[in-house]
C-alpha cells in the first residue's frame, strides 16, 4: 500500500512538473495582451530622412496638418498607440515600470527566427537592420535606466565618480539577460517568473512575431510590450518611450 501511495505521489510530481510551464505557456497571451478595458493614447512619431525622429501627441499632429504643417518630404510617419493597466494611465504606468529598481532585466529580441539574421538575413520574415536597431535603442534605454540605482549605491558606499560607474556598468551586465520568444521564455512570463517586480521584461514582438498592431502595453508591473507591424515601428516606440521618460539616446 505504502509502495502504491508513493509510487503515486511520484507521479504526480512528475506530471505537475511537466504541466506547470504548459500551464504558463497558455497564459502568456492573456497576460501580455490584457483584454479589460483600460485608458488608451495615441502618438504620432515621425522619422525624418535624416534619422531624426518627431513625437507627437495624435492631436497635437492633427492641428499642426489642419493649419498647413507638414513633415519634410521623405518621412515616415507611425501612429502608436500605448496602454498601461496599472494605474491606467499609460504614461504613468511606463515610468512606473522603467523607472522602478530591479534585481535583473531580460530583453526578449523576439521569436527564435530572429538568429537567422546574423547568419541567412533574407529567411528572416521582417528587416533584420530595422530589427537590431530596435533591440540596441530599447536596451539601452533599459539598461541606461537600471544601472541608475546601481550607481548611486556605490556613491552612498564612498566610492568615486568612476568608480561607482564601473560597479553600476558591472552589476548591470551582470543582472541583464538577453532571451528569444521561446516556449520557456513564454512560459515564465505567464507564470510571472519574470516580468515582474524584481525582474524587469521587455517583450519585443515583430511581424516575425505575428504583430498585428502598432502599440506600447504596460499589463503588469515588470512587463513591457513593444509590438509593431513593421520592424521600424519597434524603433519609432522606443524612440517613444525616450521621450516620455526624457532620455536621451537618439538625436
Given at each position: ?89 499609460p504614461e504613468i ?63 552612498k558606499k564612498g ?24 516556449f520557456l521564455t ?66
Open positions: 500500500m505504502r509502495k502504491k501511495v508513493f509510487l503515486f505521489v511520484i507521479i504526480a510530481i512528475i506530471i505537475g512538473g511537466l504541466f506547470y510551464p504548459i500551464y504558463g505557456y497558455l497564459k502568456f497571451d492573456d497576460e501580455i495582451n490584457p483584454q479589460k478595458k483600460t485608458i488608451e493614447h495615441s502618438y504620432v512619431v515621425i522619422r525624418y530622412p535624416d534619422s531624426r525622429y518627431l513625437v507627437l501627441r495624435d492631436i497635437e499632429y492633427v492641428n499642426l496638418t489642419a493649419h498647413g504643417w507638414s513633415p519634410p518630404r521623405g518621412s515616415r510617419a507611425y501612429l502608436i498607440k500605448i496602454r498601461g493597466y496599472i494605474t491606467g494611465i504606468d511606463l515610468a512606473q515600470v522603467f523607472l522602478s529598481k530591479y534585481d535583473e532585466f531580460t530583453i526578449v529580441v523576439g521569436s527564435p527566427e530572429v538568429s537567422a539574421c546574423s547568419k541567412n538575413p533574407s529567411s528572416f520574415y521582417g528587416d533584420c537592420e530595422s530589427r537590431a536597431l530596435a533591440v540596441s535603442e530599447i536596451t539601452v534605454v533599459t539598461s541606461m535606466l537600471f544601472k541608475r540605482y546601481y550607481y548611486w549605491e556605490a556613491i566610492l568615486s565618480n568612476e568608480s561607482a560607474k564601473e560597479y553600476a556598468y558591472k552589476e548591470t551586465m551582470e543582472r541583464k539577460n538577453i532571451r528569444y520568444l521561446s513564454k512560459a515564465l512570463i505567464g507564470l510571472g517568473k519574470i516580468g515582474n517586480r524584481d525582474h524587469l521584461c521587455v517583450v519585443i514582438l515583430g511581424p516575425a512575431e505575428g504583430a498585428s498592431s502598432n502599440q506600447i502595453i504596460i499589463p503588469r508591473p515588470g512587463l513591457i510590450i513593444l509590438e509593431g507591424k513593421r520592424d521600424e515601428v519597434l524603433r519609432a516606440e522606443a524612440i517613444l518611450i525616450e521621450k516620455l521618460l526624457n532620455v536621451t539616446i537618439s538625436s
